[in-house]
């Protein structure tokens, strides 16, 4: 399995910003897909995650309201639309594959991309 993440940028407080996850391999058993975020001296944070079977959706306190988290299963992709950015939300952002286990934990991802820089300028 491989994940190709995209889609990250400069951009000016308040702006929005879409990334997208591709996923190619055997994909076909996964659980979901979630979002991380690692900023310079900080631990990697989640974002949000999907489950592909259902489309259930969470969220983190940070996320709930600015981040939209989709996904196009003919396209093995998922998507992260992120609005009203913040100085705050700027770092490196991870897209990973769950086989099973709780979303909202790196530990429970068993793929991950290699990771989309976002910065948010003031």
């Known amino acids: 399995v491989q994940l190709q993440a995209c889609g990250g940028g400069l951009v000016q407080a308040g702006g929005s910003l879409r990334l997208s996850c591709a996923a190619s391999?055997?994909?076909?058993?996964?659980?979901?897909t979630g979002w991380f975020r690692q900023a310079p001296g900080k631990d990697r944070e989640f974002v949000a995650a999907?489950?592909?079977?259902?489309?259930?959706?969470y969220y983190s306190d940070s996320a709930k309201g600015r981040f939209t988290i989709s996904r196009d299963n003919a396209k093995n992709t998922v998507y992260l639309q992120m609005s009203s950015l913040k100085p705050e939300d700027t770092a490196v952002y991870y897209c990973?594959?769950?086989?099973?286990?709780?979303?909202?934990?790196?530990?429970?991802?068993?793929?991950w991309g290699q990771g989309t820089q976002v910065t948010v300028s003031s």
């Open positions: 990973a594959l769950n086989l099973g286990g709780s979303l909202f934990v790196t530990t429970s991802y068993d793929y």
């Open positions: 391999g055997r994909t076909f058993n996964s659980y979901g």
């Open positions: 999907i489950r592909w079977s259902g489309g259930l959706t």
